[in-house]
């Protein structure tokens, strides 16, 4: 079963989080181990696993970048794993440039100033995904979303780059 | 005590009404101890005959014969100190490893464990006794002093940890009640029974933040309360951080103080020892006035000394910024900005320094909340839950792994499989692969923590995965599932898939860390994310460029006749510069080195594949043509 359909909610890309809240909240009160604690060992084993299915399903879905990465996997996108080179040239020059921005800043101000963009960035390229999705367009959902991840890795990198400074480590 | 349960219509009675035995609720403490009972919604906590709730965390083995827990305890330790232990609880889950960091705090004999497991033990009372044993003889006064209060069995309870107890811990925890004969019906947080507390008694709803500062770890986590659902966003804290530390500074400038009077020259440990009683007296008056004084005799010399409110806030800024820092990161991880906190409530003894609360306050925006005694609310909070999971109730409790779980992959890199702030139960897999061709085993190290490196985060578990049939590298898949139960607890499993090959282990922790390490390990991913990052690149290049030399030498072992004798020289010094690289740590001297080889062999693998191409089309069997290369 997959997420969208473990939760009853359709699978899109647009999904509002009160109702996503509210579909996880009633099948967690019905199937969270808590639940279970005076059950026989065959029915906790079921609901545990129940659970974890729901949680992971959750969390999945609960934030818009790996939702739609999710997406697409179910659409047949397929992206390379997590950490992996980058084969999009184009892409990789905009990541060494970012990094190397990033790297120089040297004061709170220019971090945020840096991830500010990265964040706008991050917002653009997310409400072009709709439109990609609509097209089926497999190729450039697939370049979307591999930008899209370097973004959000981007912005975690700001603020570990943020901490450092705060702590007069740079 | 009721003979005869009357219900309203409609209204469910308890399943376990009527087998006579109750669940309560305990908080374990470093310091001290207290059990609570919840009864319909509403939690108390247990008193003695003299009307105290809190039991010091403090066993006693006298010379007399027996076990005394409690304030009676705490009587005998300056009598007999090698047959009392206290904070027993820093070492629950602690190994060998982690004695040095420890040895100063707590003055007990201590001994590297054997056999199973390698959790340390004290020399007390004339006997090895492993923290376990101990905690268990606090759980069974706890359990003992609840029986006498409700005249009625206890076989089952909530205990609380902090959110922060890594796998040893929560294990190490468990196997102490069950020593004291209670059924652990959950491990809860003790952030999260913090807020039950405080959620189920006004009803509210928002965004809610749990400041919890005790004598050495700092907690702060944040909950969103929506109609009786209790969801941990995000937790973050410091095992190494707490009102000893407070301690700690105000001892040391009362030793300097008497150092710069020349009464300096007899410190020893006894001397530190009454320094921090006296310390710890000072602070306490400091949170209800704004000066205060305190004489200090060591050796028969007495010194005297004064401290304004205004000094000690100076003195522990440092501590209590550090705290703040780490409940900023805590709201990043949930995305969550500081106004939009509803409310912020106090746990912990330490959380009485006015400092703490005016701080707190300025985070929040707003006061914190302190209507539930700090010391209490964490043990009715554990009642609650314990009234939840045995009446039935509409609470539901949602909480999260407090740190990122994961496995050592190559290069001394960890890959993790389940985030920290992950909500539990949870079952995540990951897959991996083979390294090198007709490897048959694969060696599966379990880890926890925050960093990129192995060496940096906490080892868990090591197990093999053996009889993975012969493959090329990289075509086996093993899939290894990490699963958290409710109870905060992991067990990992692996597979290889294309043959069904498995094992599954329930993580025995391997207790091998430091103190010091332990204390890095909690917050400081987002510190040295920087330098993990480069060390990751090195070590990925590394991975890449020994793969590199793998598959080369391989080839050059096949078909290392289409060269000339020239060519093969130039490639064997490409191959010797890579070789040399990937033994230190220039990352773009390995990147550079790595690039030259490639080049080079590139003529290599076309003439290689010319050949494949020649020789498929020559219609020979494969046998043929690898008795013919051999010769």
């Known amino acids: ?170 | 005590m009721t003979l005869l349960d009357i219900h309203e219509p409609g209204e469910t009675p308890l399943p376990h009404a009527g087998e006579g035995t109750l669940a309560v609720g305990i908080d374990l403490g470093t310091t001290n101890s207290v059990v609570a009972i919840a009864r319909e919604g509403k939690p108390a906590a247990l008193h003695d005959e003299g009307g105290r709730a809190l039991v010091p965390s403090v066993v006693a083995y006298p010379a007399s014969g027996g076990v005394i827990v409690g304030d009676e305890a705490r009587l005998l330790m300056a009598k007999e100190p090698r047959n009392v232990v206290a904070s027993v609880k820093r070492l629950m889950g602690r190994g060998a490893a982690d004695l040095h960091a420890v040895a100063g705090v707590l003055p007990y004999e201590i001994e590297a464990g054997t056999g199973q497991t390698d959790m340390v033990k004290l020399r007390i009372g004339g006997k090895p006794r492993s923290p376990v044993e101990i905690s268990a003889e606090i759980l069974r006064a706890l359990r003992t002093r609840a029986e006498a209060a409700l005249e009625k069995p206890v076989e089952r309870a909530v205990i609380t940890v902090p959110a922060y107890f890594d796998d040893a811990a929560r294990t190490a925890t468990r196997d102490a009640a069950r020593v004291a004969g209670l059924e652990v019906l959950r491990l809860v947080n003790e952030p999260t029974a913090a807020a039950l507390a405080y959620g189920l008694d006004k009803g509210s709803e928002g965004l809610y933040a749990v400041y919890d500062l005790g004598g050495g770890t700092f907690d702060f986590s944040l909950l969103r309360l929506e109609k009786g659902v209790f969801q941990v966003l995000a937790t973050g804290g410091d095992t190494a951080l707490g009102g000893d530390d407070f301690d700690r500074t105000i001892a040391e400038r009362m030793l300097a103080e008497r150092k710069k009077d020349g009464l300096g020259n007899a410190i020893d440990e006894a001397a530190v020892k009454t320094a921090l009683a006296l310390a710890r007296q000072m602070k306490e008056q400091l949170s209800e006035r704004d000066q205060t004084s305190g004489r200090l005799e060591i050796a028969g010399v007495p010194s005297f000394h004064a401290l304004t409110r205004t000094e000690f806030d100076s003195m522990i800024a440092a501590y209590v910024a550090r705290t703040l820092e780490i409940a900023r990161h805590v709201l990043a991880d949930a995305g969550m900005k500081a106004d939009e906190i509803h409310g912020i409530v106090l746990v912990g003894g330490s959380t009485r320094v006015p400092l703490v609360r005016t701080e707190v306050a300025e985070l929040a925006g707003k006061p914190p909340l302190v209507d539930i005694d700090p010391d209490e609310v964490v043990a009715l909070g554990a009642a609650l839950q314990a009234e939840a999971l045995t009446g039935g109730s509409d609470t539901l409790l949602l909480d999260v792994t407090p740190l990122s779980l994961g496995l050592e992959t190559m290069g001394g890199l960890v890959e993790k499989v389940v985030p920290r702030n992950t909500p539990i139960p949870v079952q995540l897999a990951q897959e991996f692969t083979t390294y090198q061709d007709g490897q048959s085993a694969m060696a599966i190290h379990v880890v926890q923590g925050e960093r990129e490196m192995v060496d940096d985060c906490r080892s868990l578990a090591r197990f093999e995965l053996l009889g993975i049939p012969p493959m090329t590298a990289g075509a086996a898949r093993i899939r290894v599932t990490f699963a958290v139960d409710a109870d905060g607890l992991l067990t990992v499993s692996a597979e290889e898939r294309t043959t069904g090959v498995q094992q599954r282990i329930e993580v025995k922790p391997s207790y091998g860390l430091s103190h010091d390490d332990m204390a890095d390990m909690l917050y400081d991913s987002l510190e040295n994310a920087e330098d993990d990052m480069a060390r990751r690149l090195l070590a990925e290049a590394k991975v890449e460029a020994k793969r590199n030399l793998l598959a080369i030498d391989a080839a050059l072992a096949k078909d290392g006749a289409l060269l000339t004798a020239g060519e093969r020289g130039e490639l064997d010094a490409a191959r010797a510069r890579v070789g040399k690289a990937v033994e230190g740590t220039d990352r773009d001297e390995i990147n550079a080195a790595a690039e030259a080889l490639e080049t080079l062999s590139k003529p290599f693998a076309e003439k290689r594949m010319d050949r494949g191409i020649r020789e498929a089309l020559s219609g020979l069997s494969v046998q043929d043509l690898e008795g013919r290369v051999g010769n």
């Open chain 1, 1 to 170: 079963m997959d997420h969208f359909a473990r939760l009853g909610l359709p699978a899109a890309l647009d999904l509002e989080p009160a109702s996503l809240d509210k579909a996880y909240f009633a099948l967690q009160r019905q199937w969270h181990p808590d639940r279970f604690v005076a059950r026989p060992a065959e029915e906790r084993a079921k609901a545990s696993a129940e659970a974890a299915a729901l949680n992971d399903a959750y969390r999945t879905l609960k934030y818009p970048l790996s939702r739609a990465i999710y997406l697409a996997q179910l659409k047949g996108v397929e992206l390379p794993g997590d950490g992996k080179t980058i084969d999009d040239p184009e892409l990789l020059m905009e990541v060494m440039d970012a990094r190397e921005e990033l790297h120089e800043a040297t004061s709170v101000a220019e971090v945020d100033s840096l991830a500010r963009f990265a964040r706008e960035d991050l917002q653009k390229a997310l409400a072009e995904l709709p439109r990609l999705f609509l097209a089926n367009d497999k190729p450039a959902i697939r370049k979307a979303l591999l930008r899209l991840r370097y973004l959000d890795k981007f912005a975690e990198e700001a603020r570990a780059r943020r901490a450092n400074i705060e702590r007069g480590k740079v």
